[in-house]
């Protein structure tokens, strides 16, 4: 069964900060990964994919894959505190399926 | 990006009542549409699979006779809770796979706060 893996957190960055989210993954056969943030109360938004390996940037989020480690993270630079969220990480569907996986979310909390 | 809206935004009704909820895709075809249910400070738990003219896919433990599934339209699909208790007051969310783009990408609608008294 795949599985992705995330840390709860609460995760504390201060303002200005570089925050880190991690997930790892235990599907070798997964191409791509999707980061989603969720603000409390609202519904999950899409944010960042990433196909390769290596790091995809935009703005400032960077996602970082590295299959060999079957792990992926999102990098968000210069943290603000409307970047307080929860960070899922998801793979997407396999084998004629198009059910992703989603792991639990990181909750991210960025303070003054 | 893909659009995906749902109505009503939050609902209140009694206990013993039904409620329907709408999922529809403005942009795009989908043929597929996910149901959710999350939870306060909970993961989002899947419910079922909507398939476009068939029956829906539930997951492990739902039942499907309390929450009746619909996808008569590539645009459009509905959940309806049966016979509402205040155990089923959550956030119901919809999703869907734009047919015929990357399929693996997901968009979520905004989400429908129920609350049963």
């Known amino acids: 069964q795949k599985e992705v893996e995330q840390n709860s957190g609460p995760l504390s960055v201060p303002e200005g900060a570089i925050a880190s989210l991690n997930c790892t993954y235990s599907d070798r056969g997964s191409q791509s990964f999707f980061w989603y943030r969720q603000y409390s109360g609202k519904s999950p938004e899409l944010i960042m994919f990433?196909?390769?390996?290596g790091d995809k940037e935009d703005g400032r989020f960077t996602a970082q894959l590295n299959k060999a480690s079957q792990y992926v993270s999102l990098l968000i630079r210069d943290s603000q505190p409307s970047d307080s969220a929860t960070y899922l990480c998801?793979?997407?569907?396999?084998?004629?399926?198009?059910?992703?996986?989603f792991g639990r979310g990181t909750s991210l909390i960025v303070h003054p | 990006g893909a659009v995906v809206s749902q109505h009503p935004s939050w609902v209140i009704c009694k206990s013993g009542t039904s409620v329907k909820i709408e999922c529809r895709s403005l942009d795009f075809q989908a043929t597929t549409m996910f149901w959710y249910r999350q939870f306060p400070k909970q993961s989002l738990m899947l419910m079922a699979t909507?398939?476009?003219?068939?029956?829906?896919?539930?997951e492990q433990g739902v039942e499907k006779d309390k929450f009746l599934i619909n996808h008569a339209s590539l645009t459009l699909s509905t959940l309806t809770v049966t016979s509402a208790h205040p155990e089923d007051s959550s956030f119901y969310i919809c999703s869907a796979p734009p047919s015929g783009r990357a399929k693996d990408t997901q968009y979520f609608g905004p989400g429908t706060r129920l609350t049963v008294l």
């Open positions: 909507s398939n476009e003219g068939s029956k829906a896919t539930y």
């Open positions: 998801a793979a997407p569907p396999s084998g004629g399926s198009y059910i992703p996986t």
């Open positions: 990433i196909y390769s390996n």
